[in-house]
């Protein structure tokens, strides 16, 4: 006969030093199972006398009513402590600054034109835009490129192939200007607007991509003159430079699309590896200016005589790469990753007017 005392004692002491769940689980398999060592004891009971069993019966069940009370006891009790190693475990703490997590950034050209419109935009300009597919009338003939003549070869354009029912040839645009004869076709002046895109020339050094980014001004109203364009490009270079004055002069060129046309130089000191404004003897060209030929206002059906007008147009990678630093073109377009990581601004910090601009 088993000793009750003795099977107890064993069972609660198991229970008790049972370190997890799901060892008092095994204790209980053992014991209250089917093939448990009191289960066994309970079938057992059918073999006994009538006055055995009576005797038997309630210490039996005594028995497996305590067993199973400390099963479950000490089974809430280690469920709690789990419970708690796990909190304790997955804890966050809040005051903790969080990681930066960033993958991607704002190529510098982006954040350079955005800087640019939000600039031009407090000045009172529009954006307008065009395709980089243009046609020879709005990227060479409305802007007064004579036929046949070298400036359309200079561009080092890429032409498409001819259209097989007109022999028309298409371009990529090799410049932003065309948008100025599509805005002047297509609206009533006064107009002031700019237009940022991509450009392409057949064109590949150190300092030139195939494909590149400028942007177009172009103002139309009556009685425009050069010192309107001057102002207006000062003004801007000014803001965006960071600068409190310019230095800057405007030398003579050519475009076929104005007359009389410039380059904007700002004065500049490269001596020590290091680029300073406002200072030394040295130019840096920024951009090309002029005011709209009369052959261009007539070509978009602009009466010369009646409005006058300012265009000016610049590279937007080469004036990203003086502002930030970035030493060479090349790389600008390699989609490398780690360049992005490195020359890259923040999507959340677009640039404005009231909250900075760079
Ligand atoms: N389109 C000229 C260029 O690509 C720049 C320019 C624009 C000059 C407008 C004058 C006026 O070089």
């Known amino acids: 006969m088993t000793d009750l005392a003795q099977l107890e004692l064993d069972l609660i002491n198991a229970i008790g030093s049972a370190e997890s769940v799901a060892a008092v689980e095994e204790v209980r398999v053992a014991a209250l199972g089917k093939s448990g060592s009191v289960s066994g004891l309970l079938k057992g009971m059918g073999a006994l006398s009538p006055d055995a069993r009576r005797e038997q019966g309630p210490l039996i069940n005594g028995l497996r009513d305590r067993v199973s009370a400390a099963i479950a006891a000490r089974k809430a009790e280690l469920e709690a402590d789990e419970l708690d190693a796990r909190l304790l475990a997955e804890r966050v703490d809040l005051t903790l600054p969080p990681r930066p997590r960033r993958k ?61 029912q007109t022999g028309e040839r298409k371009v990529l645009r090799t410049h932003t200007s065309p948008v100025q004869v599509r805005t002047m076709m297509s609206q009533q002046p006064p107009i002031r607007i700019i237009a940022p895109g991509r450009t392409f020339r057949k064109d590949s050094d ?70 300073t404004f ?70 959340f910090a677009a640039p404005n007017p009231a909250s900075g601009l760079s």
Not at 244 to 257: C, I
């Open 104 to 164: 991607g950034g704002v190529h510098p050209t982006m954040q350079v034109m955005d800087e640019m419109v939000a600039i031009f935009a407090e000045m009172g300009f529009a954006v307008a835009e065009g395709p980089d597919v243009e046609d020879d009338f709005h990227n060479f003939t409305a802007l007064n490129f004579p036929p046949k003549h070298p400036a359309r070869e200079m561009h080092d354009t890429f032409f498409l192939k001819p259209d097989p």
């Open 278 to 347: 406002n200072t030394g003897d040295d130019w840096l060209e920024i951009l090309g200016c002029g005011m709209v030929h009369p052959n261009v206002l007539s070509a978009c059906g602009l009466d010369p005589n009646e409005w006058q007008g300012f265009a000016f147009g610049m590279g937007v990678d080469r004036l990203a790469m003086l502002k930030y630093g970035v030493p060479d073109l090349r790389p600008m377009f390699d989609a490398d990753t780690r360049w992005l990581a490195h020359y890259g601004f923040s999507a």
């Open 206 to 275: 150190a300092t030139h991509t195939p494909m590149f980014h400028q942007i177009e001004g172009l103002v139309i109203d009556r009685d425009i003159h050069m010192g309107h364009l001057k102002t207006t490009l000062q003004t801007f270079i000014g803001r965006f430079f960071e600068l409190d004055e310019v230095q800057a002069r405007f030398r003579p060129h050519h475009f076929p699309f104005t007359e009389p046309s410039a380059e904007m130089d700002i004065r500049c000191d490269r001596s020590g590896g290091q680029l």
